[in-house]
């Protein structure tokens, strides 16, 4: 067997690995964020059929019941809960936090799903750029918040949802808010390269802790969702929203990775899961590779720094060196 082969047997997870494949997640405690519609929608019917109590972390309440009663109506008996949550509104993420904590003294999992892509340049009610702000420092947030929770649970993880795009992405420390250039799909490439960034470092802190609690990462390959066309405008909405629409999977399928890091027994910290298909654009769940900067301990630390300071809020752990 060639060192190639070799490589790529170490990535394989089980053979066409799907939903169905989920054991029994009964007594364990979900949270799904934008979990009312797309991937979010469809982690949160899997888990539910699965016997998991999920809860719906929603910025819109009212779609949130919506998707909530049309699991209950297909699978009586699912132990499902709204709350609103804003991810880029910092206080919002707290209310949320304070109220999970005070209802739940236990969570098993945490999936880092919700996300905006390529708006026009707008700001969070902080001042952060919308896309970083939303899609990861609401999440940094809300990690760092629930994560003593998390330590007490069953198997917990955190999972965190990034792209193929991180590949594109770099991280613009003097000009993280686009006030000086802004594009829509390169600050949307910034937040899925942080994404990336902060669940490795996450992985690389929480094993020097020795915590139970562990990390991995996720990308759903191209698959059709209304992150491609609620947000975007021009150019990108047409490419994304219309041209590239019939080479999509079904949100269904995207999920797929997310779920078996989220699940599966033999998910391991620090993991990347992706699709199998060529350039991981869809396909079933495999080990794939993190882009090398996304794996770079100096750029690991300097975003973690730079998200407490902007978050203030603090991990219960020490950095690492």
């Known amino acids: 067997m060639t060192r190639h082969q070799e490589q790529e047997r170490e990535r394989r997870v089980p053979e066409r690995w799907t939903a169905e494949r989920i054991q029994d997640q009964s007594g364990r405690v979900f949270v799904v964020t934008g979990a009312n519609s797309g991937l979010g929608l469809a982690t949160?019917?899997?888990?539910?059929?699965?016997?998991?109590?999920?809860?719906?972390?929603?910025?819109?309440?009212?779609?949130?019941?919506?998707?909530a009663a049309r699991i209950s109506a297909e699978q009586p008996g699912a132990r499902l809960e709204v709350r609103p949550l804003d991810?880029?509104?910092?206080?919002?993420?707290?209310?949320?936090?304070?109220?999970?904590?005070?209802?739940?003294?236990?969570?098993?999992?945490?999936?880092?799903?919700?996300?905006v892509m390529a708006p026009p340049r707008s700001l969070s009610a902080q001042g952060h750029e919308l896309q970083f702000a939303c899609n990861h420092l609401g999440h940094f947030a809300l990690t760092g918040l629930l994560l003593d929770r998390l330590a007490l649970g069953r198997d917990p993880r955190v999972v965190t949802v990034s792209s193929t795009n991180h590949r594109q992405g770099r991280l613009f420390f003097d000009d993280l808010s686009?006030?000086?250039?802004?594009?829509?799909?390169k600050f949307y490439n910034q937040s899925k390269f942080a994404n990336a960034v902060f669940g490795r470092e996450l992985h690389r802190r929480l094993t020097a802790a020795g915590s139970p609690v562990r990390s991995l990462l996720a990308h759903p390959g191209y698959t059709a969702t209304n992150l491609q066309t609620s947000a975007p405008t021009g150019m990108v909405k047409l490419l994304f929203g219309r041209v590239l629409t019939p080479l999509a999977q079904s949100p269904e399928r995207g999920a797929l990775p997310q779920l078996y890091a989220a699940t599966a027994r033999e998910a391991e910290g620090g993991q990347?899961?992706?699709?199998?298909?060529?350039?991981?654009?869809?396909?079933?769940?495999?080990?794939?590779?993190?882009?090398?900067?996304?794996?770079?301990?100096?750029?690991?630390?300097?975003?973690?720094?730079?998200?407490?300071?902007?978050?203030?809020?603090?991990?219960?752990?020490?950095?690492?060196?």
């Open 44 to 67: 949160t019917r899997a888990l539910a059929r699965a016997g998991g109590h999920v809860v719906l972390a929603v910025r819109d309440e009212e779609k949130g019941r919506r998707a």
């Open 272 to 321: 990347f899961i992706g699709p199998d298909g060529p350039g991981e654009l869809r396909g079933h769940p495999r080990r794939v590779k993190l882009s090398p900067a996304a794996a770079d301990a100096e750029t690991g630390h300097r975003l973690w720094d730079v998200s407490e300071r902007l978050t203030d809020v603090r991990f219960p752990f020490a950095a690492v060196t």
């Open 178 to 185: 686009g006030e000086r250039s802004y594009a829509p799909m």
């Open 87 to 115: 991810l880029a509104d910092l206080d919002s993420v707290r209310a949320f936090a304070d109220r999970l904590r005070t209802d739940h003294p236990r969570l098993d999992v945490l999936v880092n799903n919700a996300g």
